[in-house]
């Protein structure tokens, strides 16, 4: 099953234009500085999932843990998270 949700707050929490996104995300994990030499890989991440803006440092060192490795490491995403809409 490979389905892509259409975005539906680009603009509001995250730039809307994918360049301008990508850039940001950049920023945010240079500024963490990877250990690519960590002998130990984590099996499991909690990052936030606010605004960029308001979590995009801390969501980066977190995702920074897994380095230039994560293509060869990451066999499989689990992602739970609220539903922010229903009870």
């Known amino acids: 099953m490979l389905a892509v949700r259409r975005a539906v ?3 509001l929490f995250y730039p809307a234009l994918p360049r301008v996104l990508r850039a940001q995300v ?3 994990l240079a500024g963490v500085g990877a250990d690519d030499d960590a002998t130990s890989l984590p ?14 440092p801390v969501a980066a060192c977190a995702y ?8 060869r490491i ?14």
Do not use: W
């Not at 920074?64 to 293509?71: K, M, S, T, W």
């Not at 990451?74 to 229903?86: D, K, M, W």
């Open 74 to 87: 990451i066999s499989r995403v689990v992602l739970l998270g609220p539903a922010h809409r229903v009870a």
């Open 26 to 28: 950049a920023d945010y």
């Open 64 to 71: 920074a843990l897994l380095g230039r490795r994560r293509e």
């Open 43 to 56: 099996k499991m991440l909690i990052a936030p999932h606010a605004g960029y803006d308001y979590c995009g």
């Open 9 to 11: 707050v680009d603009g």
